[in-house]
């Protein structure tokens, strides 16, 4: 960093102090950001290792400050940022607005896929809104693909798998109980995949731990997922050289899918309103003769049939459902994530395959073409099940003490099939004993064209957390909550998200990309055209 650099952030930051100090009245239990590195914590073993007043303004990355630093824009609003270590070796950073801007709440971020890194961008969205908030790296250090931290460490898998949440919450609360002198008056969750995972842990595992919790796209029954969904479609595409799907077809296959199913909800808009009435056949792409880019050959058709279909054992049980119509082609689609820019580079058989190399089996050198589905599923549940999937349905404790729960998922995810979350939704509906008593602390929005957490031709910008914030503290459930879609930042497309089942139905008047034109109805009422 430059000299002057230096100097203008040490001198904002001496003000800041300045003004902090004259914030604590005499007589006030609340402390200095600075006196935090004394902090011992709630959890036993924490420590501080850093308390420092962050300027209205900064811009916390590598050209600002050292060259570890979180890379995230200028934030709008001083804040003491704090950075912890729980033991074994949980890292976590609170970053603390100052006392006149706190909201009185606490906000838990969540991670994605097996990373262990802080969640930057989410403690920087929440400090903007004034909450404290809080984020770990779950106790390792890893990529979202990488599960080498795992390797004969069971202590680290379990921190991982919702140990490592839980302690950065009950932590998070002490430390800011001790900066403003009081302990915050409501704490929420937020995340999506892993972290919608580790919101549906939180809600199941630890039911004290947060009065409201939003979980997107989880990742939540892990097990099933990775061998059911990420090696399933990579075992399809790859179990001989003439089934790899190339990228290049991918559009080619959605745009089939699209043809033969966009109208089902009477518009033609890009986007399936409800994929499961969809019945695109892929033979309908078969070539007439040799290869080309045109048609696919019979092993590829063979091996999108699996894809969609979902895996199953020999029995005819169904390890993990498939994916949807609908969501093949765009930045989070199947390119990347299931086809790979050659057979062996997409990155849900990279993550398959460390998972089982590292978290599973403990073999590096271990070959994902010798996974069998009546032997190794039940050897992964058996192992890691009951400590990393979060698929308990019996939500009682926590609808018990007027917990409030937000669960969304695109119907376009390539990620994770969009069937686990209606799966999971309907095993706590039987668990509860109808709909009408599941919503009122749980309701699911399905997002018909969002990708994995985000992009997608559908509507897939929306405000959960403020949703589910006026659930928690007005008593008013979501009805709806309304969707936007942007095209180079400018919002062209809105649409109601439904609780489930209700689904979006155009009133047949006004523009179909203005959700006032929409009402919510029950699926089962609205008439469809035949593909």
């Known amino acids: 960093m430059h000299t002057n650099g230096v100097f203008r952030v040490a001198f904002r930051s001496m003000i800041l102090a300045f003004s902090l100090n004259l914030l604590v009245h005499a007589g006030a239990t609340a402390a200095t950001c600075e006196s935090l590195v004394k902090f011992k914590g709630t959890v036993p073993g924490t420590t501080v290792s850093s308390a420092t007043l962050v300027p209205q303004g900064s811009k916390l990355g590598p050209a600002e400050t050292d060259a570890d630093a979180p890379n995230v824009g200028a934030i709008d609003v001083s804040f003491c940022r704090v950075v912890a270590v729980i033991p074994r070796a949980i890292n976590v950073e609170v970053w603390l607005p100052l006392p006149d801007d706190w909201n009185g709440k606490l906000q838990g971020v969540g991670n994605g896929g097996m990373n262990g890194t802080i969640s930057y961008a989410a403690l920087s969205a929440g400090v903007k809104r004034r909450y404290a908030t809080v984020s770990s790296d779950l106790g390792h250090s890893s990529g979202s693909f990488d599960a080498r931290w795992a390797a004969g460490d069971p202590g680290a ?23 403003y002198g009081k302990a915050p008056r409501l704490s929420y969750f937020t995340g999506c995949s892993g972290g919608g995972r580790q919101g549906l842990m939180e809600a199941q595992r630890y039911p004290g731990d947060y009065d409201g919790i939003v979980a997107g796209d989880p990742t939540s029954p892990f097990t099933r997922l990775v061998a059911g969904g990420r090696l399933w479609g990579m075992l399809a595409t790859l179990s001989e050289p003439a089934a790899y799907i190339p990228a290049s077809k991918v559009p080619l296959i959605a745009k089939a899918v699209i043809d033969a ?34 048609c696919l050959t019979a092993a590829q058709a063979k091996a999108l049939k699996k894809i969609y279909r979902g895996s199953f054992n020999s029995k005819g049980e169904q390890v993990f459902p498939g994916l949807v119509p609908g969501g093949e082609d765009g930045p989070r689609g199947w390119a990347g994530r299931i086809i790979g820019r050659t057979p062996l580079e997409a990155t849900q058989l990279v993550y398959a395959d460390s998972f089982f190399k590292y978290m599973v089996f403990n073999d590096p050198q271990w070959n994902f073409r010798t996974f069998d589905y009546d032997r190794d599923v039940p050897i992964t ?15 009682s404790a926590f609808r018990t003490r007027g917990a409030k729960l937000i669960q969304y998922h695109g119907w376009s995810d390539s990620g994770v ?12 509906l039987s668990s509860t004993g109808s709909l009408e008593r599941t919503q009122e602390f749980y309701r699911l929005f399905m997002v018909p064209g969002m990708q994995h957490c985000a992009n997608g031709p559908g509507p897939n910008e929306f405000d959960a957390l403020g949703a589910l914030e006026r659930w928690v503290e007005g008593g008013i459930a979501p009805k709806t909550i309304v969707a936007s879609h942007k095209t180079r930042g400018v919002v062209d497309r809105t649409r109601p998200l439904c609780p489930y089942p209700a689904v979006a139905h155009w009133s047949g008047r006004g523009s179909t990309d203005e959700a006032a034109n929409f009402t919510c109805v029950d699926s089962a009422e609205i008439p469809r055209k035949k593909p």
């Open 157 to 179: 898998v379990v921190d991982w798998g919702h140990r490592a949440t839980h302690e950065m919450t009950v932590a998070a609360r002490g430390i800011a109980e001790a900066f």
């Open 261 to 294: 199913c966009d109208a089902i909800d009477g518009i033609r808009d890009g986007i399936l309103n409800e994929p499961r009435s969809c019945r695109f056949e892929p033979d309908t792409l078969l070539c007439a003769g040799a290869d080309a880019a045109t």
């Open 381 to 395: 549940d058996r192992k890691l099940a009951a400590i990393i999937n979060a698929t308990d349905p019996n939500l």
């Open 417 to 428: 099939s969009p069937l686990s979350s209606i799966n999971y939704y309907e095993q706590v």
